[in-house]
């Protein structure tokens, strides 16, 4: 499975960005995609999963109603719309797959992208 993410930049604070994740070499069973990110010296943070054949989608609390995310089954490609950007969404942004929801976030053999880079300007 490899996975690439990308459209990551520089963007002002209130403003948009959308990230992509093209996932090849994925079977049926890696039904879970999500983002995280991971901020200078922080912690990787979970942002949100999506579920390749229900469409099921689970966000977290510091994204909800700011970011969106979305599946395009026949392109094999997972987006992330992040909408009223602020300076703490900074981050390298990181798409994995996984089995399930449960995997994903416990990061148990996760699969991962190489990062995509957010910089939100004040």
């Known amino acids: 499975v490899q996975l690439q993410a990308s459209g990551g930049g520089l963007v002002q604070a209130g403003g948009s960005l959308r990230l992509s994740c093209t996932a090849s070499?994925?079977?049926?069973?890696?039904?879970?995609m999500g983002w995280f990110r991971q901020a200078p010296g922080k912690e990787r943070e979970f942002i949100a999963t999506?579920?390749?054949?229900?469409?099921?989608?689970y966000y977290a609390d510091s994204v909800k109603g700011r970011f969106t995310i979305s599946r395009d089954n026949a392109e094999n490609t997972v987006y992330l719309q992040m909408n009223s950007l602020k300076p703490e969404d900074t981050a390298v942004y990181y798409c994995?797959?996984?089995?399930?929801?449960?995997?994903?976030?416990?990061?148990?053999?996760?699969?991962w992208g190489q990062g995509t880079l957010v910089t939100v300007s004040s």
């Open positions: 994995a797959a996984n089995l399930q929801v449960s995997y994903l976030l416990n990061n148990l053999n996760n699969y």
């Open positions: 070499g994925i079977t049926s069973r890696h039904d879970v």
């Open positions: 999506i579920s390749w054949s229900s469409g099921s989608t």
